[in-house]
């Protein structure tokens, strides 16, 4: 059955609602996003009357992809591409532009691909890519369970709410950039004051200068095969714990 054409503006509208109280409701959390954002595609295109599945993809730069979809048959469908090493959600972010499968039943660029999306019950793909900021690359994927499932009007309207789905995610990804950092820039700090505390324990103790209590630090992080901050930490925990001396930690 064919697409019953949703306003654009509504779409759009919609989205940016979506996205909004998901991030005033939940924060930055990209996963979350994702898979609220799947479950509205997945209700919002498609034929009507004809089951659809959603899937996005996100890679960012040092971090583990995010796979989220409306159902794990959508997920699922995801994962094949990487499994197969191509489909049209690779496609689609490789080329920069949408593309449009109407039956995998005859589609010959991903023979392995197109065959298990069969073997689940799905028979066209409709993928987008995502506009992101920073390195960050992504596709929104629609998987219908009938051949020809999107036709121009659903195809203008993912365009219309990846539009709009691309502003939002790269503000929220801007945010957990920055909450990122903060936490980094925190965690930093709390090192190195448990660094300074170590060494300054090590200075009274040994009489030595700063330098001298530093390489004290180093030289068992290396031999025990510990993090600095983690031997820094052990010699403030005996401190605190009453003992007297740490002469293990002696040069």
Known sequence: MPHTAVPHERIQADVALLLQNLVLESGPVVDVLLSELARYVAATLGPDGSEIVCGIRLDRHKKASVVAGSDPAAQLLDQLEGRFGGGPGMTAVHTHSTVNVPDLRGERLWPEYAAAAGNNGFLAVLSVPLK???GCRGVLNVYGREAGAFDRN???AADALVQQASKGL?????MAKLEDTREGMSAAMQSRTVIDLATGAIMAQNRC???SAFRVLQKASNTRNMKLRDVAAAVVASIAGGAKTFTYFDE
């Open 209 to 211: 200068g700063q330098d």
């Open 132 to 134: 992101l900021e920073d």
């Open 170 to 174: 790269s503000l929220v990804l801007r």
């Open 154 to 156: 659903a195809a203008a």
